[in-house]
C-alpha cells in the first residue's frame, strides 16, 4: 500500500466516515458534561456572593461588604474585558444603578435579584468560551491518541504547554497534559517531526488547524514557519457534532485545504493534507471519498471512530 492510499487501513468507502447517530448522542452528551464543568466555578462564585449579600438588610448596604466588587460589576452586566476600559467612577456607576433600577425594586429578594443577574453575566460568559468548545475537545481526543501511539511505539516526545508557550520532556505520568497542548515533537524513522496545532501559515496566509514540520522546535522558531519546505503535512481538524452546521465545517475546511493545496503547488510542493471531522454526514463523506481516491487528500477520519482516530494518529506518526 502506497503513502498516498494509507487511508484504506481504516476506511473502505465512504460510508466508513459518516457520524452515527451513537456518536452524535455521544458527542452531545460530550459538549453537555464540559459546559457543566465550565460552568461550575461559576455557580461557586454565586454561593460566595449570595452569602457575603446575605449578611445585609438593604440593597445599598451592599456598597459596605469588602471583596465582592468583581461579583457585583458582573451582576451590573459589565464583562471581564470591559473592566479594562473603564475608571474607577465608571465602575461605581454601574453599581449604584445595578442597585436603584434593580435591587430596590426587588425588595426583600434583592439577594437573590443580585445573584440571578450575576449568573446572566457568567452564563453570557460561558456561552462565549463554549462557541468553540467542539474543536477544543476534539483537540485533545486527537493529541491523547498520537500521544499514545507515541508511547506504544517506545518514542520520546515533547510537548508545547499552551499557556506558558515553553517545551515539556515526557514524564512517567502524562495524564491530562492534552489539556493544555499546544504541540508535540518526536523523531521517527525519517527524522525528527513536530506538530504544531492552530499556526497562520505564512505561505497560505491562513490559519491551519495542524501542521506537521520536518525540524525540531528550536530550528522551527528560527524559521518562523516561513520555508515551505519544511512542511510535511497540513490537516483541519472539525470537532463541531451538530449535523445542521456540518455542511458548513467541511466547506470552510475544504476551502482551506484547496488554499493550501494552491499555495504549495505554486511552488513545486505537494505536503500531506488530511481532514478530521466528528460530524460527517452523506453527501460530505461522499465527497471527502472522491478527494482520497483522486489523491486531493492524503488521508482523512471520523473523530468519533476510535479505529479511525488511532490509524490516522499512527499514519501521522510515521509520516
Given at each position: 500500500?502506497?503513502?498516498?492510499?494509507?487511508?484504506?487501513?481504516?476506511?473502505?468507502?465512504?460510508?466508513?466516515?459518516?457520524?452515527?447517530?451513537?456518536?452524535?448522542?455521544?458527542?452531545?452528551?460530550?459538549?453537555?458534561?464540559?459546559?457543566?464543568?465550565k460552568?461550575?466555578?461559576?455557580?461557586?462564585?454565586?454561593?460566595?456572593?449570595?452569602?457575603?449579600?446575605?449578611?445585609?438588610?438593604?440593597?445599598?448596604?451592599?456598597?459596605?461588604?469588602?471583596?465582592?466588587?468583581?461579583?457585583?460589576?458582573?451582576?451590573?452586566?459589565?464583562?471581564?474585558?470591559?473592566?479594562?476600559?473603564?475608571?474607577?467612577?465608571?465602575?461605581?456607576?454601574?453599581?449604584?444603578?445595578?442597585?436603584?433600577?434593580?435591587?430596590?425594586?426587588?425588595?426583600?429578594?434583592f439577594?437573590?435579584?443580585?445573584?440571578?443577574?450575576?449568573?446572566?453575566?457568567?452564563?453570557?460568559?460561558?456561552?462565549?468560551?463554549?462557541?468553540?468548545?467542539?474543536?477544543?475537545?476534539?483537540?485533545?481526543?486527537?493529541?491523547?491518541?498520537?500521544?499514545?501511539?507515541?508511547?506504544?511505539?517506545?518514542?520520546?516526545?515533547?510537548?508545547?504547554?499552551?499557556?506558558?508557550?515553553?517545551?515539556?520532556?515526557?514524564?512517567?505520568?502524562?495524564?491530562?497534559?492534552?489539556?493544555?497542548?499546544?504541540?508535540?515533537?518526536?523523531?521517527?524513522?525519517?527524522?525528527?517531526?513536530?506538530?504544531?496545532?492552530?499556526?497562520?501559515?505564512?505561505?497560505?496566509?491562513?490559519?491551519?488547524?495542524?501542521?506537521?514540520?520536518n525540524?525540531?522546535?528550536?530550528?522551527?522558531?528560527?524559521?518562523?514557519?516561513?520555508?515551505?519546505?519544511?512542511?510535511?503535512?497540513?490537516?483541519?481538524?472539525?470537532?463541531?457534532?451538530?449535523?445542521?452546521?456540518?455542511?458548513?465545517h467541511?466547506?470552510?475546511?475544504?476551502?482551506?485545504?484547496?488554499?493550501?493545496?494552491?499555495?504549495?503547488?505554486?511552488?513545486?510542493?505537494?505536503?500531506?493534507t488530511?481532514?478530521?471531522?466528528?460530524?460527517?454526514?452523506?453527501?460530505?463523506?461522499d465527497?471527502?471519498?472522491?478527494?482520497?481516491?483522486?489523491?486531493?487528500?492524503?488521508?482523512?477520519?471520523?473523530?468519533?471512530?476510535?479505529?479511525?482516530?488511532?490509524?490516522?494518529?499512527?499514519?501521522?506518526?510515521?509520516?
Amino acid at each position: 500500500m502506497t503513502a498516498t492510499t494509507l487511508y484504506k487501513n481504516h476506511l473502505q468507502s465512504s460510508s466508513d466516515l459518516v457520524t452515527t447517530y451513537k456518536a452524535r448522542r455521544a458527542g452531545f452528551v460530550a459538549l453537555a458534561l464540559e459546559k457543566n464543568r465550565k460552568a461550575t466555578p461559576y455557580v461557586e462564585e454565586a454561593r460566595v456572593l449570595y452569602e457575603a449579600a446575605s449578611k445585609v438588610r438593604t440593597p445599598f448596604d451592599i456598597l459596605n461588604i469588602e471583596g465582592i466588587e468583581a461579583g457585583l460589576l458582573a451582576a451590573a452586566g459589565l464583562s471581564d474585558k470591559s473592566l479594562n476600559h473603564l475608571q474607577r467612577e465608571d465602575k461605581l456607576e454601574a453599581i449604584n444603578g445595578l442597585i436603584k433600577n434593580f435591587l430596590e425594586p426587588a425588595g426583600d429578594k434583592f439577594v437573590e435579584e443580585l445573584v440571578y443577574r450575576f449568573l446572566l453575566t457568567r452564563g453570557d460568559t460561558l456561552g462565549g468560551s463554549m462557541r468553540n468548545i467542539g474543536g477544543v475537545l476534539a483537540q485533545r481526543k486527537l493529541s491523547r491518541a498520537i500521544i499514545s501511539t507515541l508511547t506504544i511505539g517506545g518514542k520520546q516526545y515533547q510537548w508545547l504547554h499552551s499557556r506558558t508557550r515553553r517545551w515539556a520532556k515526557m514524564s512517567d505520568d502524562d495524564t491530562g497534559i492534552e489539556l493544555f497542548l499546544r504541540g508535540l515533537n518526536w523523531e521517527n524513522q525519517h527524522g525528527i517531526r513536530t506538530l504544531i496545532y492552530n499556526l497562520n501559515v505564512p505561505l497560505v496566509k491562513n490559519n491551519v488547524d495542524l501542521c506537521l514540520f520536518n525540524l525540531d522546535p528550536e530550528q522551527l522558531r528560527l524559521t518562523k514557519y516561513s520555508n515551505p519546505n519544511t512542511y510535511v503535512a497540513l490537516g483541519e481538524l472539525k470537532g463541531g457534532i451538530d449535523p445542521a452546521g456540518a455542511d458548513e465545517h467541511w466547506k470552510t475546511a475544504r476551502t482551506a485545504l484547496e488554499r493550501i493545496r494552491v499555495a504549495f503547488s505554486g511552488i513545486d510542493l505537494r505536503p500531506h493534507t488530511f481532514f478530521i471531522g466528528a460530524a460527517i454526514e452523506r453527501k460530505m463523506a461522499d465527497e471527502i471519498w472522491l478527494q482520497l481516491e483522486a489523491g486531493e487528500l492524503s488521508n482523512a477520519a471520523n473523530l468519533n471512530e476510535t479505529i479511525q482516530v488511532a490509524s490516522i494518529s499512527r499514519w501521522l506518526c510515521n509520516l
